[in-house]
């Protein structure tokens, strides 16, 4: 949301003698502007061999004062011009001058700028020591504005709030022997299919998660025919894949199976785990170059052979599944920010820092740092951190930084208090 501010100055009527066009003074964060357009005239230097407009900020107490512009009626008198403050580029003479002057400079803001005004002061220096000031010209005025500081909660990007994760499971679901017909009270294939749905409904359960795919994978032991297990790991592992995606609406192409004819890696994990005193040979032929065939032919050949078939073998049968999905990220900076505009809300500023303290540093952390520091009243902690997110390429912020920033020299409450 964009800020507007309130009108920062007010320009007032000139009078007719008035050498002035056009003038104002301008608060932009901690610093005051001033910008004047100052009409000369050689009518100023007449009986004078010089003469200076010196402008300056006061309230009557409190002064300071700009760059003066000066003019010399003959090159013998420039030198005058130096006890004025007059740089060179400042300074004409009477023959080349110029018909309008832009004085424009700023200086840090003060908070007895509150109500100050531009004034313009003639000085002249005139023949037989006769100098001094010809004028005071009030040319602009400064009237702080009352603006109660409300915030602007920002949207964060959904998407970076979120991230990737996958899980992965292992079902061991029995079929028959050379089967491939799904039986779901079959030994123990009723708590083992659970296992994969209950990990698709707690993730579907989640609260802002999207489930990106599920892929189940089948495979079969390395046991008896190739030819036979490729038919059997496909087979099963379609079964449970209709069986899944039987279960849920989700769209086409979300569920994916594949299967692995042979759990060779399985194997070789039982084998290198094992106390088995020729385990390097065992090792050697699960890594050689046979064919599966003829591997598990000298396998069968082992003296290990029996312990493989029974306690190894049987597992390797199985399923497994993994499920990718989108969910929140609570270490993002976007999250945390998001949380802590929901505290501001709420108006629990303690929470809000809590979530803001440890959400980084770039420009929407700093954005609703300044915001939080708005709402507690810290106009010079709030400045600051709008500043950052101003430089960091937040718009909103850059308002918001003009504006609290004069909230530093005004009443504790922010605005025009009784």
Not at 144 to 153: L, R, S
Not at 243 to 254: I, Q, S
Not at 324 to 345: G, H, N, R, S, W
Not at 369 to 377: H, M, V
Request: proline fraction near 3%; charge should be negative; glycine fraction near 6%.
């Amino acid at each position: 949301m964009k800020r507007i501010l309130l009108a920062l100055s007010i320009l007032l009527p000139l009078s007719a003698l008035a050498q002035t066009q056009s003038a104002c003074l301008k608060r932009v964060g901690d610093e005051m502007k001033v910008k004047a357009d100052i009409q000369l005239t050689q009518q100023m230097l007449k009986g004078a061999k010089t003469f200076v407009l010196t402008p300056q900020i006061t309230d009557g107490e409190n002064v300071v004062k700009l760059s003066p512009v000066g003019m010399y009626s003959k090159d013998k008198f420039y030198p005058n011009l130096s006890a004025y403050g007059v740089a060179e580029k400042a300074a004409y003479s009477k023959k080349d001058l110029p018909t309008v002057v832009t004085v424009e400079e700023s200086v840090p803001y003060d908070k007895w700028m509150d109500g100050a005004r531009l004034e313009l002061v003639h000085e002249y220096e005139g023949c037989c020591g006769d100098s001094g000031v010809e004028e005071v010209e009030e040319i602009a005025k400064y009237v702080e504005k009352c603006i109660e500081f409300t915030p602007a909660f920002r949207t964060m990007d959904p998407e970076k709030m979120k991230k990737i994760e996958t899980i992965t499971g292992e079902a061991v679901i029995d079929f028959p022997v050379n089967g491939t017909a799904l039986n779901e009270k079959y030994h123990n294939n009723t708590a083992e299919l659970a296992k994969i749905t209950n990990s698709i409904d707690q993730i579907k359960a989640a609260k802002e998660t999207e489930i990106l795919d599920v892929v189940i994978s089948g495979t079969a032991s390395p046991e008896g025919k190739y030819s036979v297990n490729e038919r059997l790991a496909a087979g099963r592992t379609q079964a449970v894949y209709n069986y899944v995606v039987a279960k849920y609406d989700f769209p086409n192409g979300l569920i994916k199976s594949q299967s692995v004819p042979e759990n060779w890696a399985g194997l070789r994990k039982f084998v290198e785990a094992s106390s088995f005193k020729n385990k390097a040979d065992l090792l050697d032929i699960i890594d050689g170059s046979l064919e599966a065939d003829a591997k598990e032919a000298k396998l069968r050949n082992s003296a290990n052979w029996g312990a493989i078939r029974n306690n190894c073998l049987p597992y390797l049968r199985s399923t497994t599944y993994s499920i990718t999905f989108k969910t929140i990220d609570y270490e993002a900076t976007e999250t945390k920010v998001d949380l802590a505009y929901a505290e501001m809300e709420k108006g629990d500023y303690e929470k809000a820092a809590e979530y803001l303290a440890t959400a980084g540093d770039d420009a929407e952390a700093e954005y609703a740092r300044g915001t939080l520091a708005g709402l507690r009243k810290d106009w010079k902690s709030a400045s600051y951190h709008f500043k950052k997110a101003c430089d960091g390429g937040i718009e909103e912020a850059c308002a918001y930084y003009q504006e609290v920033s004069r909230y530093q020299y005004m009443n504790n409450c922010g605005k025009c208090c009784d």
